[in-house]
Structure formats: structure tokens, C-alpha cells
């Protein structure tokens, strides 16, 4: 982690002046976008590619080297890919990520706890995040996604994970906010608050042409997010956290309200990151910065799997350049926490109040010990 | 329009057309909550391409892009998006 730290302002003299060169830090993988769900939201399992193989996979990795810090597995359902022990144990080979982030729609709870168990055992020094989507409690969830008996398998395998003793296992619930569910958003706070997860975040069901659904209607408006959103932000902050938890849930609460000033404001409120430090493979080898464009930088296959050759491209800079000057803006949750670390207010603001809290924490336990236990001074 | 929808007007290729819509098809098939294609045109569209995407096709029935009939100096940008049951009727 304080290698990353260290490699921010290095981006951010990248971002301004192009120079140092640097790979991103956070990348994600669309091994197959074949699933299992038929989410209202989303038509990514429509799409059919010729899908990269692990072999093509292990030479992308090997390119790459230790840069990524952060890699999200994603999909499709990442759990149908028969070979998804396979990649991450041959990305953790390569690129000895700090964490390796999978979501996943639960349907396959029969086998995902097996597979979750082998990936947290072969990638002993990654922290493996296991993200469950969760869009509401009961028939609501299995209406948005569209599978009767979707809401059983989520809490079947929301237990089977628990179960694991797996010491670098971090079990999360991931809500989409969309116009299907934003009314019901304080019950299903309430319940997944209640099973008690590693941590829980949300995203605001948008446009992106990764997904096919630009021009579908699905985001919510803007009042009726806000309302829910500031329902999350207050019930977050009324909880005391502790250790990084603490850093984390501080940017958590920015990240809500950046995103209310981004569809508020339908501009770049801090300096988008993608294409400078994250970046996304899809399933087929195209590099893009990120995808809500999905602007194919160029595929990995036509340069012997070297992404450096890609990411140092002229076309990488034709697509960097159109995102900073600000002809894109989105409140795409993947991108957005990388761009939050990069951007100095934000990471001041996110430190002092960890400071307060900090603070404020040991002065309450000070003053709640009774003066007799209190160490001299 | 929003930049995205006007972002997806990009040129496209040869196997544009073939690509989507035979996505669109197993959509249906599968059971999805698509219920049919829609081509969008922007402001500076031609009137043919203006013409043909007030519609809501069914996947075999859609208009090839490019759109043949077009007459933009720049060449049809034409692109689909999937119409949805939740959708205006």
C-alpha cells in the first residue's frame, strides 16, 4: 500500500505533463461477459467474443510485471469461467497484486465457496475481495435480476463464504441503485447491515456501452438517488469504525457524494484517472480505459500480448486526451475511487476526519474509564 | 443528447451490423427483458438515418448500418440500442 502511496504524485505528474510513463494501478479483467443473470440493468450477457485463453492471459500478465496494485475480476458472472482459479493463480504469479476484487451474482453457490477457498490459498499475500450483488431482499432481487431463487442463493452463499477460514477474505455486499430499487433502498440497507458483511458498497446503475445500455433508462433521478444515498451516508456515518475501516468508509461517503456532484453537475468534478491509472481488458484482448466508453485502445493480440506496447500508444493518448478535456464524465465506482486518491482535497478531507475520529474515539473511551483505571500522567 | 449516446455514434465496422443484432436475437431468445432494437441518430443525422430511428424493430426486421440510404458527408454514425420491456410501449 505505501507503494502505491508513493507512485501518486507520479501520476499525477503524468496526467499533467505525460511524463513519468506509468502503468495503471488498478485493472480489470472481463474474462467472459457469458452470465447467468438477466438483469434489468444490464445486457452484457447478450454479447458473445472470442475469449481470450489462460495461456493468452498468462503472457498479458507476465507483460505487465508487479505495477497493478488493485486487479477486479470481473464478468459476466467471473464464476462460470471454468478457469478462474487458474487466472488469478497466474496473475498473482506475475503481478503479486495487494488485492484481487471478484463480484459475483451467487447463482452458482454450489461451487463459488470451493473456488473462493483455492484463490484465497493460492494468493496468500492478496487480499481477495468477494463482492455479492445484492439489489434488494427477496422477490424484489430475484425481479431486477431476473432469476426466481436468486435472493436464496445469495444468502446461501453469503454463508457458505462466512464458513471459510480463509484469513485474506474479505466478503462484501454490492448494491446497484437503479430506478427499479431506489425507493426500496432503506430496506435493503437495513438487511444487509443486518448480515453483518465485511463491507457494503453501492453504484448508481448508469450508461456504459460495455454493458449495452446507453439510452435504456435504467439510472434513477437525481432526487430520488440523493434521497437513498443520503439515507446510506447517514447510517454509515452513525457506526464507529476502526483501523483502515475507518480510512475506507471516509472515502466511501466521498465517493457518494461525488457522485450526487457528477449527475448533478454532468461533468468531471476531479480529474478522471482512467487511461492514466486504471484501465479495463475485455474478454477479447481490447484495452480500454475504461467501460463507459469501451473505446478499444487497441487488442493485445496484435502486439504479441505486450500491453506496455498499448498503454504507451498513440492511440492511448488520442483517448487520454479526449477524457481530459473533459469530453466524458461518469460516476463509474472503480474509476472514481482511484481518482479520489489522486486528488489532493479529497485525500485531505478523507484524513482529517479520520483524524477527528480518531481522536474523538479516545477521548471517549478516556472519559467513560472511571478515573481510578486512568494511567498516570 | 447525452455525450455517451452521442459518444456510440462513432464510424463502425463491416461486422457492426451482424454483431448486434445477432446479439439482440439470443437476447430475446434467452429469455432477457429486451423486447427489441432501436437505431439512434443524432441532430446532424441525414433525413434517412432521422427516419429510420423513430422505430422499434425486431432484430431480423432492423435496418443494416450503415444505413444504406445515407447521405451525411462524414458517412451513416448510426448506432443500435437495445429497447427494453420497462420501456415506454
Known amino acids: 500500500m505505501i507503494e502505491v502511496l508513493r507512485k501518486i504524485p507520479l501520476y499525477i505528474l503524468n496526467r499533467r505533463f505525460g511524463w513519468p510513463k506509468m502503468l495503471p494501478m488498478n485493472i480489470t479483467l472481463s474474462p467472459s461477459p457469458r452470465c447467468n443473470s438477466r438483469c434489468l440493468t444490464c445486457n452484457i450477457w447478450m454479447k458473445r467474443e472470442d475469449e481470450f485463453t489462460l495461456e493468452e492471459w498468462d503472457k498479458v500478465f507476465q507483460s505487465l510485471g508487479r505495477t497493478p496494485f488493485w486487479f477486479t475480476v470481473s464478468g459476466g458472472e467471473p464464476f462460470m469461467n471454468k478457469f478462474i482459479v487458474e487466472l488469478c493463480q497466474s496473475l498473482y504469479t506475475h503481478c503479486r497484486p495487494g488485492i484481487i476484487n471478484i463480484p459475483t451474482n451467487s447463482l452458482l453457490a454450489h461451487r463459488i465457496p470451493h473456488q473462493v477457498e483455492a ?205 481530459r478535456n473533459k469530453e466524458c464524465h461518469c460516476p463509474l465506482a472503480n474509476a472514481s475511487y482511484t481518482n479520489m486518491l489522486m486528488h489532493p482535497a479529497t485525500v485531505a478531507r478523507v484524513g482529517t476526519k479520520v483524524a477527528l475520529a480518531a481522536w474523538q474515539g479516545r477521548r471517549e473511551v478516556i472519559e467513560l474509564e472511571p478515573a481510578a483505571a486512568r494511567p498516570e500522567r | 443528447m447525452s455525450w455517451i449516446t452521442e459518444h456510440v455514434r462513432k464510424p463502425k465496422d463491416a461486422s457492426y451490423a451482424r454483431i448486434v443484432l445477432d446479439r439482440y436475437r439470443l437476447g430475446m431468445k434467452a429469455g432477457g427483458a429486451i423486447r427489441g432494437v432501436r437505431i439512434i441518430a443524432g441532430a446532424d443525422s441525414c433525413p434517412a438515418c432521422r427516419a429510420v430511428a423513430q422505430t422499434v424493430y425486431m432484430p431480423d426486421d432492423a435496418p443494416l448500418i450503415p444505413i444504406k440510404e445515407c447521405t451525411h458527408p462524414e458517412g451513416c454514425r448510426c448506432a443500435y440500442t437495445p429497447v427494453m420491456t420497462y420501456q415506454d410501449q
Open chain 1, 119 to 323: 484463490i484465497c490459498q493460492n494468493c496468500p499475500e492478496s487480499q481477495v475481495i468477494i463482492n455479492l450483488s445484492l439489489d434488494g431482499v427477496g422477490e424484489k432481487h430475484d425481479r431486477i435480476r431476473g432469476i426466481p431463487g436468486n435472493f436464496a442463493k445469495f444468502e446461501q452463499n453469503f454463508r457458505s463464504l462466512r464458513e471459510l477460514d480463509c484469513p485474506n477474505l474479505t466478503i462484501g455486499i454490492h448494491s446497484v441503485i437503479s430506478r427499479f430499487n431506489v425507493d426500496d433502498m432503506p430496506e435493503l440497507y437495513a438487511y444487509a447491515f443486518s448480515v453483518k458483511p465485511d463491507s457494503y458498497i453501492t453504484e448508481i446503475a448508469e450508461q456504459r456501452v460495455e454493458l449495452d445500455t446507453v439510452d435504456v433508462g435504467i439510472t434513477p433521478p437525481l432526487d430520488r438517488y440523493a434521497w437513498a444515498i443520503d439515507q446510506l451516508i447517514e447510517r454509515v456515518e452513525r457506526r464507529s469504525f476502526q483501523g483502515i475501516s475507518r480510512v475506507t468508509e471516509a472515502f466511501r461517503i466521498e465517493y457518494y457524494k461525488l457522485v450526487k456532484r457528477i449527475m448533478a453537475e454532468q461533468t468531471q468534478v476531479i480529474p478522471c484517472y482512467a487511461g492514466w491509472a486504471s484501465a479495463q481488458i475485455y474478454a477479447n484482448g481490447d484495452v480500454w480505459a475504461c467501460c463507459i466508453r469501451a473505446d478499444n485502445i487497441r487488442n493485445l493480440r496484435d502486439v504479441n500480448y505486450d500491453f506496455k506496447r498499448v498503454w504507451f500508444s498513440s492511440e492511448a493518448d488520442r483517448i487520454r486526451k479526449s477524457i
